[in-house]
Every structure is written in C-alpha cells, then in structure tokens.
C-alpha cells in the first residue's frame, strides 16, 4: 500500500473514532400496529441498509434575500458516516438513535437528499432534511 493509502486509511478511521452519535439507514414504511397514544401507525425502517456510527452537522449554507429586503440563512444539514457504510441512497430514512453530546438528538429523524461524493474521502456525507 502506498503511503497516500496509509494516510487515507488513518484519516477514515480518525474520523470514524469523532462520531459520537449512532443512526440506523433505510427504506421508510409503516407499522402496521396502531399507537393508541398518537392515533398514527409509527415509521418504521424496513431493511436497514446501516446502522451504527455517524454524526449530524450543519452544512454552512447560503443566503438569500426575501421580501422587504431581509436575508434569510438555508442552512442545510449534513450526515456523515465512516466510509464503509455503503448502499445508503437518496430517500432513505435516518433515525438518531443516540447522540453523544445533544440529548434533543435521539429520535430525530431525516431524509437522505443526495450524498456529496469525493474519490478520497475520509467520511461519506449526505446532505439530509428533517422530517417533521
């Protein structure tokens, strides 16, 4: 291995060690039980695709200017996982199901938009939206 492969390969696992929330990926579907106390049929993931180690970021954002001449931040959502989660693709569901530093985390849950892709990565990230 050259030492370029080495290097990539230190990375991956040192940002790996730095995500200290865990998400389960895959299809949405529904369950087919009731919750009586929300009157709804729960989402659930059917085939989870990944589930383990990742981390919700902000993805910077950019800015626009709406009526009356006031500028509003889009700032989006990144989530990052270790690059040997594979097979996660745009609208999966993710679901937080624990977070190392943000208790209002856990639960959470989004929706995969798209992954941003790069030849050496030390992360996969996906750009991802709450659903509500």
């Known amino acids: 291995m050259t030492a370029a492969g080495i290097d990539l390969l230190m990375a991956q696992r040192e940002a790996e060690a ?3 929330d ?3 990926i895959g299809f949405e579907t529904h369950s087919t039980v009731l919750d009586e ?3 709804e049929y729960p989402l659930v993931i059917s085939t989870p695709v990944y589930e383990g180690a990742c981390q ?3 993805a910077g954002g950019t800015a626009r200017v709406v009526a009356g ?3 509003e931040a889009d700032q989006g959502t990144l989530l990052k996982l270790p690059v040997k989660a594979v097979g996660v693709r745009t609208d999966m569901i993710v679901r ?3 977070a ?3 208790p209002d985390l856990p639960g ?3 929706r995969v938009l798209g992954p941003a892709k790069k030849t050496y990565a030390a992360t996969r990230r996906f750009r991802v939206e709450e659903k509500v």
Do not use: R, S
Request: with cysteine.
């Open 108 to 110: 959470t849950i989004y």
């Open 18 to 20: 730095g995500m200290h």
């Open 96 to 98: 937080i199901l624990t």
């Open 100 to 102: 190392g530093f943000d």
């Open 22 to 24: 865990t998400c389960v």
């Open 56 to 58: 919700v970021m902000n």
């Open 69 to 71: 001449g006031q500028v």
């Open 37 to 39: 106390a929300t009157g």
